[in-house]
Each structure stands twice: as structure tokens, then as C-alpha cells.
């Protein structure tokens, strides 16, 4: 204001002047006598529509799936504003993907963009639904003298204003559906996007529609990463750029902070950063940097967020051996009751800590879901880079020796316990004691469900023995003992081999040499059953050497049976049956009927290969009557004898008897879900066929059979691929087709 003055005169009787001289800029008030309120008026100013939105990420990759579900899910149409939550665990580009689509849409909601960042991880805690309320009515042009106090009435003025408008409202980083509500629009002009880590699945009584958010399939990975540091180190690196993909998980924060590393080193290889990252120990902290936005701090605020016991249960899957698990394991390692377990895993579900894969049996992608008739056949997984903070954050804690051995108790007593029902004859091990959980830990209720709990935690079991060993050696091996019907039914011939490896360096470990002599024989017949007869051989003389060091006549003849197998894959028949022969000996000496048998089932098999087919056959007959006396106790080696039987038979003419035991065997090899067993009567009856002429059931079975072989990885396949290529085409006439 510049100079003024006032002056006041009366002129007439009653009247008064009050004359203001100067220039004057600005509000000015002048008053004589001033009777009731005084109220002060200002010129309405028009603010410009709200455009809030943050600026949209500078690089969005592998989304457009998720943005045209966005698309769908916010269109206009209905009766009520649509609403959609993007959830997902934190770095997963939840808000990159809301602020992307946003700034897409900006031409529909012409009224504005609402913005309000509802920090469920701030330090000071998450925003009370009142707070952003009140930024959001100053942004529509309500004076914030004029905002209500109470969070009821700023809802109720809100919904008041968006009325009748086209807005869109983006919530980011919410934390529960009661935050959101009172930020909601009534209008159907409007739309609201709400993204956050927990599920938020009371919004659905609100009609919201969700959309999880997974990690970066690997093509947009690298696409990612290339865009960060640029396209010509990552094609000249594609093994390492693969390397840092998967080592990211798929997650955008991972690779942006590793992309920003290599960026801002350019001399710097990819593979040296892959390499960093490969070391499990060091990956969190090799994908810090500068700033908060760290995959370590944002699974910290995560976890910080949990109760008590959802924290613990987060740092006992921290702990698990494998990737995927059910509720039994969590329950037992952290000594809950099945209910309690799946409780605690709601919750971390519901944080997007851990993702549903399915039911039991069944295996997929993280982040998908499955619908199990019974809760406790529900699998979970957590993403790599969670599991891997969760088992850091575990092993900071006194309690963690002691989770991992419930854990590993629980996976003993489940192997146990199948073993029990598979191979009944196999007890000469004592069992073992388990320190923490009940023998009965793990309930199977026949073979079946023994064979089916085997192949689910298969994965699981092969990391448990690993886990083991190198603390819990004597646990180790015997985890992998039991293992033996899974191998023994399935194959699993990678996973076979790396167990029986585990367990003779933790036999070996602990000093015990007859524990090492069982897992050589293991190793041995693996290798045999792979085709490395040489690596075998060396095998089964070591066990050998080992067995007579040892005084261990049972010992000696399983290095027997394993020499013979060996001498006779390489067509060394006397050799071979010099070697049955002494397992024969060894066994009738120590009263063993059944290995007695095995070793008859054994000069069968070279009987028949080597065309002396009548001796085959009494030596068979011989091992059938000895399982016969066992009524039932071992099915398979049983069926094995009549493959045998059948396959001599059928080379002495005697085709309706081959027939019979084959298609018997067949039968119950199937039963028995021994998929090795079925492959090696389809083989039989393929080759039988074949001799009779039958061309069209020589090619199904034996084809069948190579189907098989080829998917246990057998070395059996070969021969019969040889063999199937003798058959004729189906439309070749018989008669003139050369006998094979």
C-alpha cells in the first residue's frame, strides 16, 4: 500500500464524511461507528483442474497385459465408480504400473487427477484416512478454513464435490481397506486406483476388482535391464544379462538397482555384477544402493509391519529346505496345530509375502492358485528374493537352530514313514530316533498315499538331505535312506545321484564305514542305471573292498549283484554269472530267502540273454516260489520274476504262458505305480509280439515302453528304439515281411 490518509469531517447535523485520499492497493477497511459483524469478501479465483499424478516411470516394460486388465477394470459404465487394487509383494512395480496407467487415461477424467500417497511403510506409520481427505478437498478448492475436522464430515464433502465429475483417484501405497473407504468417490464418472502390498480383500464389499502383480517374465527382464544400461552390453553379454535375470527374481527394483550399478560404471562387465549376486549370501546387499528404494529395505518395511508370531512363521519358511511347501512342515516347525499354521500363512498371504501354487501335487508359477478340497493340501512359495531376507532375518534369531531341525525332522519322519509301507523287507536299518517330533509326525494311510507323499516333497526332500548334511550329517544320511522307494519306484536319476553322493560323504564324515558301504551300493546301481558301467564297476569294487575290510558278507553280495549287472549290460555272461553265483552263496549262508531270490531273478536274466532259455526258466521258477512264501511283502521283485519268465518263455515258443505272465506283471507294476517296472513289461510284450508277427502290438507296446524309458532319462531306451525300428510299417504285408 502506498501513502494514504484519512480524514473525517461533519458537514451537515447526523451526517459524518469519512474521505480516504492517497493511492491505495490492496484490501482496506475504513469504518466510523461499526454496528454487528464485520466480514471481508475476496474475488473468486477458478483453480485449474488437479492434475496430481506424479510423472509416469521412465520405463515400463512386460505390462501390457496388466494395463489393458487396468482398462477393463476402470471403465466407466456402471452405477457406482469402478475401483481396482493392484497388489503385490513391494518392488514389484506396483505404483510404476498405477502412475503408467494413469497418465494414459488422463484424457478421461477431465475434472482431474487425484492423488494421495497413503504410506503404509512411512516411519511415523501409515496416514489416517483424514489427512489425504483434506488435501485432497484443498486441491478441489475448498479453503482450508473450511475443511471439516471430523474425517465423517470430510468424506461426506468429498463425495459432495467429485459429484457429477469425471475424476480419478489414485491411492498409493494403502494399507487396509479401512484407510481406503472414506476416499472414495460416489459418482460413476469417477474411478479410483488403490495399490498396495496386502491383499486388501475387504474392498470387494465395495465392488473392487484386484489385480496381483507378478515379477517380469525374463524376456521383459532384459528388456528392462537393457533400457538401464543400454542394449549393446546386454547383447554382448546374454548369458550374464540371463544370469542377472533370474538372480533378480523378475523384480523391477532389483534390476533397476542393478541396472543403475552398471550404469554408472560402464567399464564394468555384466558378468562381474552376476557374479556378486550369485553368491547367496551377498545378493541383498549387492542389489543395495544409494537412497531408500533398496530390495533389503523394502522387505524390511514389509516385515516390520508383521505381529509377532506372522514374523516368526515369515523366518521359519526363511528356513525351509525347499521352495514350495504345505501347512503340515509349517505347523510342525513351528509347533502349532495345522489351523494355527494356515493362519499364519493367511496372513503373509494376505501381505504378498508368499504366493499359492496350487494344491498338493500340482506345481506352477509363483503367484499362482489352486483350490484344494482340503486346507492342509494347499502349497505356498515364497518369491527368491523374499525367502532369501526372510532366512537372513532368521538367522539372526537364537531360535533358528532349532526351527531348521523341526523342519528336518518332519521331512525324516514323512520318508519314514513311507518307507515303512514300500519296502516292509527293508530293516535292517535302525530307525531312527527323532529328537523333537512324535514317530508318527507324518501319517500315511497306504502305499499309494506313500508313494504320492514321496513324489510331492520330492524337491523337498532332496534339499533337506543337502540342508543337513553339512551340520546334521547322521540326519542326512538317514533322510536319505529312506528315500529309497522313491528312487527305487520312480527313477529321478539327477536327484538320485546327488542324495547317494550326500549320503556317502556324510557316512564318511561321521566315521562310519558300514553306512558308507550301504550308500556305495546305492551309488553304484545309480551310475549302472544311467549307462555308466565303467564308473559302476569302479563302484561296485570299492564296495567290494570296503565289505570284506569289513567283514560284511551282506555287503560282498550286493558288490556281487552289482558286478554281475555291470558283466552282464556288457554282455560278459560267464563273468556275470560267476558273480550271481557267489551272491547266491553269500545269501544262502546267511538264511536271506528273499536276496536268495533276487539273486535266482538275477541267472534268469542271463539265462535268457545268453539263449540258454530252459536254464533261465528253472532258475525263475525257483525265485517265484521263494516270493511266493513272502505273500505279498515285496510285489515288485515279484513282478520282475514274471517279466523275466515271460520274456523265457516266450523264446522257447511257449507264447500263451509269455502272454499271461506278462500281461500279469504289466498289471501290477501299474499297480504298484512303478513306472520302470510297466516300461520293462511293455518292452517284453512289444518284443514278443514282434517275434509272433503281430506288427501293430509290437509298435504300441514298444513304443509305450520308449516313452517311458525316455522320460525317467533310462539307458534302456536305446535298445528299445533299436527294436522298434525293426518293426515294419502297419501297412506291410506279414507275409513277406523277413523274420526279426
Not at 468424506?155 to 464435490?161: E, I, K, V, Y
Request: proline share 7%.
Amino acid at each position: 500500500m502506498t501513502d494514504s490518509r484519512s480524514e473525517t469531517a461533519a458537514t451537515a447535523p447526523g451526517e459524518v464524511s469519512n474521505v480516504l485520499r492517497g493511492t491505495i492497493a490492496g484490501p482496506t477497511v475504513q469504518a466510523g461507528a461499526v454496528y454487528g459483524g464485520v466480514h471481508f469478501h475476496e474475488p473468486a479465483t477458478e483453480l485449474p483442474a488437479p492434475r496430481q499424478v506424479p510423472a509416469p516411470p521412465a520405463h515400463l516394460v512386460g505390462r501390457a497385459a496388466e494395463l489393458a486388465e487396468l482398462d477393463r477394470c476402470l471403465a466407466a459404465g456402471g452405477t457406482a465408480p469402478p475401483l481396482a487394487v493392484v497388489t503385490g509383494v513391494g518392488g514389484v512395480g506396483k505404483s510404476a504400473l498405477a502412475l503408467a496407467w494413469a497418465h494414459r487415461a488422463a484424457a478421461r477424467f477431465p475434472d482431474g487427477q487425484l492423488y494421495a500417497q497413503l504410506g503404509a511403510f512411512d516411519p511415523e506409520g501409515p496416514a489416517a484416512p483424514g489427512e489425504p481427505l483434506g488435501r485432497l478437498l484443498r486441491s478441489l478448492g475448498v479453503p482450508a478454513q473450511r475443511v471439516p475436522v471430523e474425517t465423517g464430515e470430510r468424506s461426506a464433502l468429498f463425495r459432495s464435490l467429485a459429484a457429477g465429475r469425471r475424476l480419478l483417484v489414485l491411492l498409493d501405497n494403502a494399507v487396509s481397506a479401512a484407510q481406503v473407504r472414506p476416499l472414495l468417490p460416489a459418482s460413476p464418472g469417477c474411478a479410483v486406483l488403490v495399490t498396495a502390498r496386502s491383499r486388501l480383500g475387504a474392498l470387494a464389499t465395495e465392488g473392487a476388482r484386484f489385480l496381483p502383480l507378478e515379477p517380469l517374465p525374463a524376456d521383459a527382464g532384459a528388456e528392462l535391464l537393457a533400457r538401464t544400461v543400454g542394449a549393446e552390453r546386454t547383447a554382448g553379454e546374454p548369458e550374464a544379462t540371463s544370469s542377472l535375470v533370474r538372480l533378480c527374481g523378475g523384480l523391477p527394483i532389483a534390476l533397476v538397482v542393478t541396472g543403475a550399478r552398471l550404469a554408472t560404471r560402464p567399464r564394468w562387465p555384466l558378468r562381474r555384477v552376476a557374479g556378486e549376486l550369485a553368491e547367496e549370501s551377498r545378493r541383498l546387499h549387492a542389489l543395495g544402493g544409494p537412497g531408500e528404494a533398496t530390495v533389503r529395505t523394502t522387505f524390511d518395511l514389509s516385515y516390520r509391519g508383521l505381529p509377532a508370531p506372522v514374523a516368526r512363521c515369515y523366518r521359519l519358511l526363511g528356513l525351509h529346505p525347499g521352495a514350495e511347501f504345505g501347512v503340515p512342515v509349517v505347523a510342525a516347525g513351528l509347533d502349532v496345530s495345522a489351523d494355527e499354521a494356515a493362519e499364519l500363512l493367511d496372513a503373509l498371504l494376505e501381505a504378498n509375502l508368499l504366493g499359492e501354487v496350487g494344491t498338493a501335487g500340482e506345481t506352477g508359477a509363483f503367484g499362482e492358485t489352486g483350490v484344494a478340497e482340503d486346507p492342509g493340501d494347499e502349497r505356498y512359495r515364497m518369491h527368491d528374493l523374499v525367502r532369501l531376507h526372510a532366512r537372513q532375518r532368521a538367522v539372526a534369531e537364537p531360535d533358528h537352530a532349532l526351527l531348521t531341525r523341526r523342519l528336518l525332522e518332519w521331512y525324516l519322519a514323512g520318508a519314514l514313514a513311507a518307507d515303512r509301507l514300500l519296502t516292509p523287507y527293508r530293516r535292517g536299518e535302525p530307525e531312527p530316533a527323532l529328537t523333537l517330533l512324535a514317530p508318527d509326525a507324518v501319517a500315511l494311510a497306504d502305499r499309494d498315499a506313500a508313494l504320492s507323499f514321496l513324489e510331492r516333497e520330492r524337491t523337498n526332500l532332496v534339499s533337506a538331505v543337502a540342508a543337513a548334511a553339512p551340520e546334521l550329517p547322521l540326519l542326512a544320511w538317514q533322510l536319505a535312506y529312506a528315500m529309497w522307494p522313491l528312487f527305487h519306484h520312480h527313477r529321478h536319476h539327477a536327484d538320485r545321484l546327488r542324495v547317494d553322493r550326500l549320503a556317502v560323504r556324510c557316512a564318511q564324515a561321521l566315521g562310519d564305514r558300514k553306512r558308507e558301504a550301504r550308500m556305495l551300493r546305492r551309488l553304484a546301481f545309480g551310475h549302472f542305471d544311467v549307462g555308466r558301467l565303467d564308473e559302476a564297476g569302479e563302484l561296485f569294487t570299492r564296495l567290494l573292498s570296503l565289505s570284506r575290510e569289513l567283514a560284511d558278507r551282506y555287503g560282498q553280495a550286493s558288490a556281487y549283484e552289482g558286478l554281475g549287472t555291470v558283466a552282464l549290460a556288457q554282455r560278459r555272461y560267464p563273468e556275470a554269472v560267476g558273480h550271481f553265483d557267489r551272491q547266491l552263496r553269500l545269501c544262502r549262508e546267511l538264511g536271506e530267502r528273499r536276496r536268495c531270490g533276487l539273486a535266482l531273478l538275477n541267472l534268469g536274466t542271463v539265462g535268457t540273454e545268453s539263449a540258454r532259455y530252459r536254464e533261465a526258466v528253472a532258475y525263475l521258477r525257483e525265485a517265484e516260489a521263494i516270493f511266493a512264501e513272502f505273500g505279498g511283502v515285496d510285489p515288485y521283485n515279484a513282478a520282475r520274476v514274471r517279466v523275466e519268465l515271460g520274456r523265457a518263455l516266450g523264446a522257447l515258443g511257449e507264447r500263451v504262458s509269455a502272454r499271461a505272465e506278462l500281461t500279469a506283471a504289466l498289471a501290477e507294476l501299474r499297480r504298484l505305480d512303478s513306472p520302470r517296472g510297466e516300461a520293462q513289461a511293455l518292452h517284453r510284450l512289444g518284443e514278443l509280439a514282434l517275434a509272433g508277427r503281430e506288427f501293430a502290438e509290437a509298435r504300441t507296446r514298444l513304443e509305450a515302453a520308449s516313452r517311458i524309458y525316455e522320460r525317467l532319462g533310462d539307458a534302456e531306451a536305446a535298445r528299445v528304439r533299436e527294436l522298434t525300428a525293426l518293426v515294419p510299417p502297419v501297412d506291410a504285408d506279414p507275409d513277406r515281411v523277413p523274420q526279426p
